[in-house]
């Protein structure tokens, strides 16, 4: 198969020839060899490369979750790199003085939490303002371009972790997706998409010849990958997500947790797909850093599962055999719960406060249906 970016380089750089390009793009901006987008622009004869601009962990991916971005000078290149992870979260007229279109060349993870794909929609509305257009290289969604779960974002609850009216797994590539903003939710810009060859909707990123670049600090494994539409929850209350470890979003704890108790519980909800085992972990950052934590380890038994009703089903499930230590974390100025941004809703954090979330389990079908259908105008594989 072809990623988006060599596809551009072996046929499409024509439309770029005699502009001023920006880049959004970081570490995960590779081809087959694994040569930088960033390098294989800067050497290219019909590409003037004049700005880089990079994501939520900077462009070289080092920095941790929801830390501020400097802009800078690429060492490399000597172009210019401006951090679109700031108080705005999107370039502003400067960045892009020198900039006649700008390409995105960006590996997304398949979950709406993931800022990526938000930084993209925001320099789109941008160059559509400025009148400048965008090409969006297209990359593989490493959880498959099938599946579809959870509730859309309720318009109160919107933010940079669910910007749009969308479910937690989407199911599309960030082509499409951004086709999509274009279309539906009112973007107006010049927008081309450079569609990938060889890549089959029902794929998972290892099941293509792509070396997997991990995106950011805690985007590791596949398994990772699969289970975050759900064990991202966790970041809404007080236990461990796992940050800090070698396995982020496969361990879930706390100092205060009997790893064996909560393992039993989990497991005797015959969750499918999925195995709890007791673990013991010491974070060295993020929640609980330098403290033993006990809890559970999720392993996959199989990838046929529902990731966001399993993340559901553990935060019920910590609740409900920690309710004198379990609560949430709030977030930002207006001190919202975080859990409700994630979970694009209040009626979650409601119901696991009731001890029962079947009401918002079973409201999940017709929501993943709903933009399904929406979905279909867009899907270019």
Known sequence: M??????????????????????????????????????????????????????????????????????????????PIYSLYTKDKKPNTTMLENVDVMVCDLQDIGTRYYTFIYTLANVMKICGQMGKKVIVLDRPNPINGVSVEGNLVEERFRSFVGQYPMPVRHGMTIGELSVLFKHEFGIECELEVIGMEGWQRGMFFDETDLFWVPPTPNTTTMDMCLLYPGTCLVEGTNFSEGRGTTRPFEVIGAPFVDGRKLATELNNLSLAGVLFRPTVFKPMYSKHAGEVCEGVQVHLANRIINPFEIGIYLIETLAKCYPDEFSYITAG??????????????????????GNTAPFRESLSASAQEFITIRKKYLLY
Request: glycine content about 10%; aromatic content about 8%; cysteine-free.
């Open 333 to 354: 100025k207006a001190n919202r719960y975080f859990i409700d941004l994630l979970a694009g809703t209040d009626d979650l954090r409601h119901q696991v406060e009731q």
């Open 2 to 79: 072809k990623v988006g970016l060599e596809v551009f380089l072996e046929k499409h750089t024509n439309i770029v020839k005699g502009q001023r390009v920006g880049l959004l793009t970081n570490l995960t901006g590779v081809n087959h060899q694994l040569e930088a987008t960033i390098d294989l622009f800067y050497k290219h004869d019909a590409i003037q490369l004049t700005a880089l601009f990079g994501p939520e962990h900077g462009l070289r991916g080092e920095v941790q979750e929801g830390q501020h971005v400097d802009s800078s000078i690429d060492s490399y290149t000597g172009v």
